[in-house]
């Protein structure tokens, strides 16, 4: 059996020495080329040796999976004495030619086989031609021309009570092949359990068997250590007592925060603030690829990093995305930094309000870079919106001609994501507009007259309610 195939051999070069010997001989290659990087300018290289005389060269783009070959280039020796795209040498008795074909910018587009086609005049009978061929694979990378990253699922509610799984979203696109893409968290490569389905709920996160290593190396009785801590504080009093946690996870409810005067909040209200299964876990990471390949070529990677958003240490945390690939001389990265919101900026058009205007009340930024996009709620303090809703979700909130009634007024915007929540309150002050007439919209007699009137009444109501 092993013997067949060389014995095969021995046969086809045997008889292939016959032919020659008839019709003279042809030998086709392309040069082998390594992975090319689009916009390289690229040389393919035919080489052929013969001992007869030439009739064609002929390159192909062989495209649709062999189905289509689209000529780029002929040479007819019949019609043609233009050789100098060709390089021709005597080496030794043989005539050795090259054909090159140079593609000056390559684009993925180009990506796939080539075939290189020689012709030789038969030298028995002239009228036929001697055919042999070369080819190669073009193989034409990208590197990604995009990265970023999201949170899922956002705007989303910050929530004190309750477990929160959050994930974070790496898009990369227009690489070729597929990048890597990994995560690392503070700058330390996170070492997350793969996932081949997307993360769906039912596969609990907290399994004792999962093979991790957390990232951060602390006590696991958080609350024992804020004990310990605020004892320590309160010891010494100012400086905080070194430890190797960074300072910043123990930084309350940024909701505390909001006032500076509120800055000095002893520990044991935050541990009140954060019950215990925030305190419990190391964070398990849990790690899911997508591809999807794209027309051209190109693949998008998506990596999606799901883990139990614990707010207290996970604000501030710095996630970044990297990616390599064979195109890129370094890893591209992009990264995001989870922030609480904290002191949201408010404006109010027009600066000064009359009855009657339509006042805007808008977030128009924050103390700090908010990451997740919060969710905005506004209500009215002690009362409905003006149309009757008990809250309004968004980033703007629109009063429409306002009433002398509204005037003093209190609203509250709760800015929050899965990290936090900071409320901030505005007061509205309507001036009397000299365009309404004052029978309607009495505004400058208002404060004292039918709310004066309003008040009698009720005390009326109470004094009768107490007589029956
Ligand atoms: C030969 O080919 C070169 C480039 O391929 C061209 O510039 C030149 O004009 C051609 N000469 C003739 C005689 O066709
Ligand atoms: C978090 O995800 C795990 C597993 O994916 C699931 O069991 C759990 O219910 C999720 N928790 C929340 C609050 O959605
Ligand atoms: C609204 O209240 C402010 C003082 O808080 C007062 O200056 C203003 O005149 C009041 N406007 C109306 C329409 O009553
Ligand atoms: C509003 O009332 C005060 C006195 O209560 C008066 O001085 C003022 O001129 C009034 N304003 C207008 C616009 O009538």
Excluded at 315 to 333: D, G, I, R, T, Y
């Amino acid at each position: 059996m092993r013997a067949a195939p060389s014995l095969r051999g021995g046969i086809c070069l045997l008889l292939a020495a016959i032919l020659d010997l008839a019709r003279g001989y042809l030998t086709v290659n392309i040069e082998p080329l390594p992975p090319v990087v689009a916009g390289d300018a690229v040389t393919l290289k035919c080489n052929f040796k013969t001992d007869g005389r030439m009739r064609e060269i002929v390159w192909y783009r062989v495209t649709d999976g062999g189905t289509i070959k689209q000529k780029i280039f002929t040479f007819d020796a019949m019609f043609s004495t233009n050789y100098s795209h060709m390089e021709s040498y005597r080496k030794r008795e043989d005539l050795v030619y090259q054909s090159t074909v140079r593609l000056p910018e390559v684009r993925i587009s180009d990506n796939g086989p080539y075939e290189c086609h020689v012709g030789i005049y038969d030298r028995a009978t002239r009228e036929k031609v001697v055919l042999a061929s070369g080819n190669i694979f073009l193989n034409v990378m990208a590197p990604p021309t995009s990265i970023e990253v999201v949170a899922a699922d956002t705007p989303a509610p910050f929530s004190r009570y309750q477990a929160q799984n959050f994930t974070l979203v790496c898009i990369v696109s227009g690489g070729k092949p597929a990048p890597t893409v990994y995560f690392k968290r503070d700058g330390e490569l996170i070492d997350a359990v793969p996932l081949s389905e997307p993360p769906a709920a039912g596969s609990g996160p907290l399994q004792d068997s999962r093979p991790f290593r957390g990232l951060l190396h602390r006590d696991l009785d958080e609350t024992k250590m804020q004990k310990s801590l605020s004892l320590l504080d309160a010891e010494n009093r100012g400086g905080r007592p070194s430890t190797e946690r960074p300072s910043r996870s123990l930084t309350p409810d940024p909701s505390l925060l909001l006032q500076p005067t509120t800055e000095n909040i002893p520990e044991t209200v935050v541990s009140r603030e954060f019950p215990r299964w925030v305190h419990s876990a190391e964070p398990v990471y849990f790690l899911h690829h997508s591809r999807a390949p794209g027309s051209d070529g190109t693949v998008e990677v998506r990596a999606l990093l799901t883990w139990t958003l614990n707010p207290q240490i996970d604000n501030e945390a710095l996630f970044s995305c990297e990616v390599k690939h064979p195109a890129l001389s370094m890893p591209m990265q992009a990264e995001v930094t989870l922030v609480a919101p904290k002191g949201p900026k408010i404006v109010m058009t027009p600066s000064r309000a009359r009855v009657g205007d339509t006042v805007r009340i808008l977030v128009h930024g924050f103390q700090n870079e908010v990451f997740p996009e919060p969710l905005f709620t506004w209500t009215r303090v002690g009362s409905r919106l003006l149309d009757g809703s008990a809250e309004f979700a968004g980033k703007e909130l629109v009063l429409e001609r306002v009433p002398a009634e509204l005037n003093g007024s209190m609203y509250r915007c709760t800015a929050q994501n899965p990290l936090g929540s900071t409320d901030t309150h505005t007061r509205l002050i309507v001036f009397e507009n000299p365009n309404i007439p004052r029978g309607t919209e009495d505004s400058n007699g208002s404060a004292s007259g039918p709310a004066g009137v309003r008040l009698t009444l009720v005390l009326a109501l109470t004094v009768a309610l107490e007589l029956t």
